[in-house]
């Protein structure tokens, strides 16, 4: 084994989202949300659950930070659920969910653990929904209010900020095949919503320069895997360039170059899908950040196909090693990643906000887990973040996707990704191999490879 020893004030975080964890769905005066709605219509969940409860960390908060120290990390990525703080999504606040946060953040800064927040992680006000969610231009405008009064409550505080997680999501899942929530099923939509969520993002960003202080950055996590060929014929090597910008450049381009891909836009025109956008819109996608969150877990393979009326590729799968949700072990994807974007994108801090692995874990007696793939899984893509930093990247910090496992959106329960098993019939929660293993990891500031 060789130790790699990352640079000094290298961040060792774990990462969660509200509606995921949180619980308490309406209580103190939290608003319903879009993930409430959906996942409180019938046969929209795998195994017919939802997160009413999830893991109760609004009330064991202090509970699971008391896990975190004991992990010896020193981040903290989560979210803060908009309809706790504004339930109909402007207007009047909520000061019980406003205090919930306060309350959150300086327990994290008392054990030295940085928060880093996210503002929108999916979990949208229904009642902005009712008046046409992200696909009503005003949602964006609404959206920088919202993120300019948490600026401004406790953007002292926080020092981490991230405007949105995985916008590709959001969009397409959420508005063109309807798996997750709204659950709506027009293509056409999901294109505009991509275009409101990046506009969203530009205008939290100019409120950012205007309020927080100095000392405090910005950002946006965007899903980003590699897009690669099943083959090196020229049309195979095509169909995976047009899903790359699909996934990938749709949200780099006009964040990094102030346009959006013109292969892209050549599909979209010709198929009466492109959105609506307006003059000076790409100056507001494009307004300077100070680092670039990725969420990473696998890569894709394509093959050309006319099976596919958009963009002429399907997806094909090769033997391999695959987690619980399906998704190919590629370690080498993650470097492949951050070097790319270094090399064609922006040369700004990186910070791996999502990197982890669901696997059927089973539980000893004592109620511990030795999730020997998972542990494994995240050696491997640490290797590959050091190879990274050695090649120069400004890698920042590795977050783990999750703290603890939670309600994975449409699959229920039945995804576990957490470093600390939860019992969801007592809310006990254990740690598995994997979490001290990463508490050794954190504490060393190195890895064995």
Same mark, same amino acid.
């Given at each position: 084994m060789v130790l790699l020893q990352f640079p000094a004030g290298f961040l060792w975080g774990t990462a969660t989202s509200a509606y995921q964890i949180e619980g308490a769905w309406n209580e103190d005066g939290k608003g319903e949300s879009i993930w409430d709605r959906f996942a409180h219509t019938s046969g929209k969940i795998a195994d017919g659950s939802n997160g009413d409860v999830a893991c109760d960390h609004y009330h064991l908060w202090r509970e699971d930070v008391d896990y975190m120290a004991q992990l010896g990390v020193n981040a903290y990525r989560f979210s803060?659920?908009?309809?706790?703080?504004?339930?109909?999504?402007?207007?009047?606040?909520?000061?019980?969910?406003?205090?919930?946060?306060?309350?959150?953040?300086?327990?994290?800064?008392?054990?030295?653990?940085t928060p880093m927040a996210t503002l929108y992680h999916w979990d949208l006000p229904q009642a902005l929904q009712d008046k046409g969610g992200w696909g009503n231009r005003d /949602?964006?405008?609404?959206?920088?209010?919202? &993120? !300019?009064?948490?600026?401004?409550? %406790?953007?002292?505080?926080?020092? +981490?900020?991230?405007?949105?997680?995985?916008?590709?999501?959001?969009?397409?899942?959420?508005?063109?095949?309807?798996?997750?929530?709204?659950?709506?099923?027009?293509?056409?939509?999901?294109?505009?919503?991509?275009?409101?969520?990046?506009?969203?993002?530009?205008?939290?960003?100019?409120?950012?320069?205007q309020i927080a202080p100095a000392s405090a950055k910005i950002g946006i996590a965007l899903f980003l895997w590699p897009q690669e060929p099943a /083959?090196?014929?020229?049309?195979?090597?095509? &169909? !995976?360039?047009?899903?790359?910008? %699909?996934?990938?450049?749709?949200? +780099?381009?006009?964040?990094?170059?102030?346009?959006?891909?013109?292969?892209?836009?050549?599909?979209?025109r010709t198929r009466f899908l492109a959105p609506k956008v307006a003059s000076g819109d790409l100056e507001t996608t494009a307004e300077p950040v100070d680092f670039l969150g990725v969420n990473y877990y696998t890569r894709m393979i394509h093959r050309a196909s006319l099976l596919d009326p958009l963009l002429g590729a399907r997806e094909v799968k090769p033997p391999a090693k695959r987690t619980l949700m399906g998704w190919e072990v590629y370690p080498q994807g993650l470097y492949n990643m951050l070097v790319r974007l270094k090399r064609e994108y922006t040369d700004l801090p990186l910070y791996v906000t999502e990197n982890g692995a669901a696997f059927a874990d089973v539980a000893g007696p004592d109620g511990t887990v030795e999730d020997v793939d998972r542990l494994?899984?995240?050696?491997?893509?640490?290797?590959?973040?050091?190879?990274?930093?050695?090649?120069?990247?400004?890698?920042?910090?590795?977050?783990?996707?999750?703290?603890?496992?939670?309600?994975?959106?449409?699959?229920?329960?039945?995804?576990?990704?957490?470093l600390l098993r939860v019992d969801f019939a007592t809310q006990k929660r254990y740690f598995?191999?994997?979490?001290?293993?990463?508490?050794?990891?954190?504490?060393?500031n190195a890895v064995e490879v």
């Amino acid at each position: 084994m060789v130790l790699l020893q990352f640079p000094a004030g290298f961040l060792w975080g774990t990462a969660t989202s509200a509606y995921q964890i949180e619980g308490a769905w309406n209580e103190d005066g939290k608003g319903e949300s879009i993930w409430d709605r959906f996942a409180h219509t019938s046969g929209k969940i795998a195994d017919g659950s939802n997160g009413d409860v999830a893991c109760d960390h609004y009330h064991l908060w202090r509970e699971d930070v008391d896990y975190m120290a004991q992990l010896g990390v020193n981040a903290y990525r989560f979210s803060i659920s908009w309809p706790r703080i504004f339930p109909a999504g402007t207007g009047r606040l909520n000061q019980k969910g406003l205090d919930f946060y306060r309350r959150l953040v300086a327990a994290l800064r008392e054990r030295g653990i940085t928060p880093m927040a996210t503002l929108y992680h999916w979990d949208l006000p229904q009642a902005l929904q009712d008046k046409g969610g992200w696909g009503n231009r005003d /949602t964006a405008g609404w959206f920088a209010e919202y &993120a !300019a009064f948490l600026f401004q409550r %406790l953007g002292g505080e926080i020092p +981490l900020w991230i405007t949105h997680n995985e916008p590709f999501v959001a969009a397409f899942l959420g508005h063109a095949t309807g798996e997750d929530a709204p659950g709506l099923r027009r293509p056409r939509l999901a294109v505009q919503v991509v275009h409101h969520l990046l506009l969203s993002h530009g205008l939290a960003v100019r409120a950012f320069r205007q309020i927080a202080p100095a000392s405090a950055k910005i950002g946006i996590a965007l899903f980003l895997w590699p897009q690669e060929p099943a /083959t090196d014929r020229p049309r195979d090597m095509a &169909a !995976a360039r047009r899903m790359d910008g %699909l996934v990938n450049r749709q949200f +780099l381009d006009p964040l990094f170059k102030g346009r959006y891909p013109e292969d892209l836009w050549r599909t979209y025109r010709t198929r009466f899908l492109a959105p609506k956008v307006a003059s000076g819109d790409l100056e507001t996608t494009a307004e300077p950040v100070d680092f670039l969150g990725v969420n990473y877990y696998t890569r894709m393979i394509h093959r050309a196909s006319l099976l596919d009326p958009l963009l002429g590729a399907r997806e094909v799968k090769p033997p391999a090693k695959r987690t619980l949700m399906g998704w190919e072990v590629y370690p080498q994807g993650l470097y492949n990643m951050l070097v790319r974007l270094k090399r064609e994108y922006t040369d700004l801090p990186l910070y791996v906000t999502e990197n982890g692995a669901a696997f059927a874990d089973v539980a000893g007696p004592d109620g511990t887990v030795e999730d020997v793939d998972r542990l494994e899984y995240l050696r491997l893509h640490l290797g590959q973040a050091y190879r990274a930093i050695a090649d120069g990247v400004d890698l920042r910090g590795y977050f783990v996707w999750s703290l603890l496992d939670n309600f994975e959106w449409a699959h229920g329960y039945t995804k576990p990704f957490g470093l600390l098993r939860v019992d969801f019939a007592t809310q006990k929660r254990y740690f598995k191999a994997s979490a001290r293993w990463f508490a050794e990891v954190a504490r060393k500031n190195a890895v064995e490879v």
